[in-house]
């Protein structure tokens, strides 16, 4: 299968222009913004620095746990903070709406990533673990924001559907 739309397919919608704009341009935006890089560079430290000295002291499985982990967590960083430079990128003109709206920057179009066993976490380091806790409420937060930004089906919102039926019958 190719990533090319066939003639039949309906031409993909695109979000409203004016509403991402505000969004990116937004303190909302920007809190969020400083949040996840400083995330990616708390966790790249500790990742680099005390936290691979004591993953060199732990048993294989526990070693092998937090490898794991710390690859998904980067993963999950790594992927916020691409959605959130593509925002910016939106919001100063270097980037198009519709490359912007492509699946391949959506999070919402991603599928989560697994959550780590209970024996597992009780084998990490707190401070992983806490890492790992933030990165996951930070993505759940960008994953929604992005769903919120992007969506254009009037059946995932009735509201605007209603309202945007109400401005055609009256000519709104």
């Not at 505000?22 to 936290?51: C, H, I, K, Q, W």
């Not at 959550?115 to 990490?124: F, G, H, K």
């Amino acid at each position: 299968m190719t990533d090319f739309a066939r003639p039949s397919d309906p031409p993909r919608a695109l979000p409203d222009m004016g509403r991402l704009l505000d969004f990116a341009r937004s303190e909302v935006f920007e809190r969020t913004f400083r949040e996840g890089m400083a995330l990616v560079e708390e966790t790249a430290a500790y990742l680099d620095g005390p936290g691979r000295a004591l993953s060199k002291r732990m048993e294989r499985a526990a070693a092998l746990a937090y490898a794991g982990e710390s690859m998904r967590l980067t993963t999950r960083l790594m992927q916020i903070a691409s959605w959130l430079l593509v925002q910016r990128a939106l919001r100063d003109g270097d980037m198009t709406l519709a490359d912007a709206a492509d699946a391949k920057y959506r999070l919402s179009a991603r599928v989560g990533l697994e959550a780590p066993s209970l024996s597992t976490l009780e084998e990490l380091p707190a401070a992983l673990r806490d890492l790992m806790d933030r990165g996951a409420g930070l993505y759940d937060r960008v994953r929604r924001l992005d769903a919120e930004m992007y969506e254009t089906s009037a059946a995932a919102n009735p509201v605007t559907a209603q309202i945007a039926q109400l401005k055609a019958a009256f000519g709104g």
